[in-house]
C-alpha cells in the first residue's frame, strides 16, 4: 500500500525552488555555472578546516561543482530521500553504485527484465572480478528469496521494467531485503518520484537516469543514487576515483528541466494513458505493455503503488514479421526514430533493431523480446494527434 508520508509543498513548488538559495551572486535568477576545474581557498587555515570536515565548500572539480549540490538536494527533496549522488549518466550510477557496494566473492540478484546495458554489465564484467549476478523471474519475490545466500549482498530490479513495464511490489521488495539484511536498489527511471517514491516502501537505494524524465529535452547526460547519507557517503567517496561526475554545463541543463519536471510528467502522464488505451483497442496491434491499462499484468500492483504510469509503452503488431513491424515505425511522422525516453518529443523505435539486432532469435526470446515488438515514449504533443499518427501508419 501507499504510505502517506506528508510533504510540506507540492512536488512542482520542489522542482522549482527546492534547495536553492534566495539570492544567487549578482542577483541571478538561475544558478551560475561554474565551469572551475579547481577551487581557490584564502589562506592555510580555511583549507585545513576543509580537509577536516568543518567546512560545506567545494575544493576539486572532480569531486564535486557548487551546481551539483544544488541539483542533488532537489533531486533528494522530490524522491523524499536524505541525499542524492550525481553520476555523468545512467550507466555511471549504476556500475558506480555496484563496483562501490559489492567485493570479489559478493552476490547480487536481479529479475530478470531490466535494461540491456545493466544486464551485459553485470554478466559480462561484474563477474570478471569474482562477482556472482544471479537472474529470477521479474516480480516474483518468493524466487528471489530463496536465491538469497549468505554471499547475497543487494537486490536489484527496476520498476517498471524496461521495455515490459513490469512493476515490483516495492513493500515486499524492501521486505525480503531487510528481513536477510541486504540492501536494495530499485531502478525508477520509468517511473520518477511524480509516480511512485520507492524510498517510502523501504528501498535503500533509488537510481535514476536523469537523461530522461528530469532533464527532458535530450540534451543531457546523468545519473542519480537518492538514499540516507550514510548509505551515499562511500558512494560519493568512490566516485571520487571513478572521476564520474557531470560537467556544469549539464549540471545546468539537468536543473532547468527540473524547474518544469512537474508539469511535464502530468502531461506524460495524460498522453501515455490515452495512447495506450488506443493502441490497446486498436485491431492490429496484438498486446500493449503499459501498466495504466487493465489488460497489464501488474496492473493491480502499479494501480495501488503509483500515482501515474509516464510516457513510455511497448507493444506488438499482430501477426507481424521484424520488417513489417519496421514499415510501421517507419511510417509515423510525429515520433522521431530514436533511443531513449522521457523527453518532450516522442520517439519510437524497435528493440529488435535499436538493442538486440547481434543477439541470436534465442538470446531475443529468453529475455522477451519478439521481432515485432515497438517501442514508444510518448511525449508532451498533443495525444489527439500523436493517435492520429499512430492510427494513419497502422492502417496502411
Request: a positive charge; charged letters at 20%; zero cysteines.
Given at each position: 500500500?501507499?504510505?502517506?508520508s506528508e510533504q510540506s509543498i507540492g512536488i512542482s513548488t520542489r522542482s522549482v525552488h527546492g534547495d536553492e538559495r534566495h539570492q544567487n551572486s549578482e542577483?541571478?535568477?538561475?544558478?551560475?555555472?561554474y565551469g572551475a576545474s579547481t577551487f581557490a581557498f584564502d589562506c592555510t587555515d580555511d583549507l585545513i578546516e576543509f580537509v577536516e570536515g568543518r567546512s560545506d565548500r567545494v575544493e576539486y572539480a572532480r569531486y564535486g561543482n557548487p551546481n551539483e549540490r544544488v541539483v542533488e538536494a532537489k533531486l533528494a527533496a522530490l524522491d523524499g530521500a536524505e541525499d542524492a549522488i550525481l553520476y555523468s549518466s545512467g550507466m555511471a550510477a549504476v556500475v558506480g553504485v555496484l563496483l562501490s557496494q559489492l567485493s570479489s566473492g559478493d552476490e547480487v540478484i536481479f529479475f530478470d527484465e531490466c535494461y540491456h546495458r545493466s544486464r551485459e554489465f553485470c554478466i559480462d564484467h561484474l563477474s570478471r572480478y569474482g562477482i556472482v549476478t544471479r537472474e529470477v523471474r521479474t516480480g516474483d519475490i518468493a524466487a528471489m528469496e530463496a536465491a538469497i545466500n549468505?554471499?547475497?549482498?543487494?537486490?536489484?530490479?527496476?520498476?517498471p521494467t524496461n521495455p515490459h513495464l513490469t512493476c515490483v511490489d516495492l513493500e515486499k521488495f524492501a521486505a525480503v531485503g531487510k528481513a536477510h539484511g541486504i540492501e536494495t536498489l530499485i531502478d525508477a527511471t520509468l517511473a520518477t518520484p511524480y509516480n511512485v517514491k520507492p524510498i517510502e516502501y523501504g528501498v535503500d537505494y533509488v537510481l535514476h537516469s536523469a537523461t530522461k524524465y528530469f532533464g527532458g529535452h535530450n540534451d543531457l547526460l546523468a545519473g542519480a543514487i537518492c538514499g540516507s547519507g550514510e548509505r551515499l557517503k562511500p558512494l560519493r567517496e568512490f566516485r571520487g576515483y571513478l572521476g564520474s561526475v557531470c560537467s556544469p554545463h549539464s549540471l545546468y541543463l539537468l536543473e532547468r528541466g527540473l524547474k518544469t519536471f512537474a508539469l511535464r510528467m502530468a502531461r506524460h502522464n495524460e498522453n501515455g494513458m490515452a495512447v495506450a488505451a488506443f493502441l490497446d483497442n486498436h485491431p492490429r496491434v496484438g498486446r500493449v505493455y503499459y501498466p495504466g491499462i487493465p489488460s497489464h499484468p501488474t496492473h493491480a500492483v502499479a494501480s495501488d503503488q503509483m500515482n501515474g504510469f509516464g510516457g513510455l509503452m511497448t507493444f506488438t503488431i499482430k501477426d507481424a514479421s521484424g520488417k513489417e513491424t519496421s514499415q510501421v515505425v517507419d511510417a509515423v511522422k510525429i515520433p522521431r526514430i530514436a533511443a531513449s525516453l522521457g523527453g518532450v518529443e516522442s520517439l519510437i523505435e524497435q528493440p529488435l533493431v535499436m538493442s538486440y539486432l547481434h543477439y541470436t532469435p534465442e538470446q531475443r526470446q529468453a529475455v522477451g523480446i519478439d521481432d515485432n515488438m515497438i517501442r514508444l515514449s510518448c511525449g508532451i504533443e498533443d495525444s489527439a494527434d500523436l493517435i492520429a499518427d499512430l492510427d494513419q501508419a497502422l492502417n496502411r
Open positions: 500500500m501507499k504510505t502517506n542577483g541571478a535568477l538561475a544558478s551560475p555555472i549468505p554471499k547475497t549482498k543487494m537486490l536489484v530490479s527496476e520498476s
